[in-house]
């Protein structure tokens, strides 16, 4: 299994470009997400998406949009790169599940090993 | 103010040490803490995971919640050069639901 999968890993854009970052998960979890990475802010949910066909926005969904195409793949889309948006974008997955013996479950996040953006 | 405050560090100790990496948090909806590290260069993976207030134990990895203070823990015994890295601390309100996470720390554990 490759897990989550990212593509492009680098690119560079001018002002105003547009451009869509690709996920792809091969776990079948129904639940996938993008987030930026910025220095000293964490990672910050930008969309998600909690099953196939629904999205929903996150903490910080300006300036993006999202296409959940079918289970496996969920993209991200800068319609006008913004010196901003220069990050680290961070794909995950997740699926909840039942602990054994209990009544909670718990998701799990499986994180792509990101793509690296830069507006200029 | 931030919901989930983390001291970005960086922290810097000799290998052997005992390392204490902690989190702060406003929500008191918060019931899922979780604890990530993050190699250069690489998306986070999950260290720890704990629901409500307790301890857990894995190996050399110790979670501590305290709700009633909102404070969260991650102790490393016999840290080593490998555990050198970025730790999130990572929260939610549901065990499915979007997580919140602090900064990240960034420590380094030298021979």
């Known amino acids: 299994n490759a897990g989550v999968t990212q593509t492009p890993k680098f690119q560079v854009l001018k002002t105003g470009q547009s451009m869509t970052l690709q996920c792809a998960q091969d776990?079948?979890?129904?639940?996938m997400y993008w987030y930026r990475q910025d220095p000293g802010m964490g990672l910050r949910l930008i969309y998600y998406s909690a099953s196939e066909g629904t999205t929903d926005k996150g903490e910080v969904p300006n300036g993006y949009n999202v296409s959940r195409l079918n289970k496996r793949e969920f993209s991200l889309r800068l319609e006008s790169a913004a010196p901003s948006q220069t990050s680290v974008y961070f794909c995950?997955?997740?699926?909840?599940?039942?602990?054994?013996?209990?009544?909670?479950?718990?998701?799990?996040?499986?994180f792509g090993p990101g793509t690296r953006l830069l507006v200029l | 103010q931030k919901e989930v405050e983390q001291d970005p560090g960086p922290l810097s100790v000799p290998e052997g040490a005992i390392v204490s990496l902690n989190c702060t948090y406003s929500n008191s909806a918060f019931q899922y803490f979780m604890w990530y590290r993050q190699y250069s260069r690489k998306g986070p993976e999950l260290l720890m995971y704990t629901y409500s207030s307790g301890n857990k134990e894995d190996g050399r990895f110790t979670a501590q919640v305290d709700k009633s203070s909102k404070y969260i823990s991650l102790f490393i015994r016999d840290s080593q050069p490998s555990d050198s890295a970025t730790y999130l601390c990572?929260?939610?309100?549901?065990?499915?639901?979007?997580?919140?996470f602090g900064q990240g720390t960034i420590l380094t554990v030298h021979p």
């Open positions: 995950a997955s997740s699926e909840a599940y039942y602990a054994s013996g209990g009544s909670s479950t718990r998701q799990t996040q499986y």
């Open positions: 990572a929260m939610s309100r549901t065990s499915y639901g979007k997580l919140t």
């Open positions: 776990m079948n979890h129904n639940s």
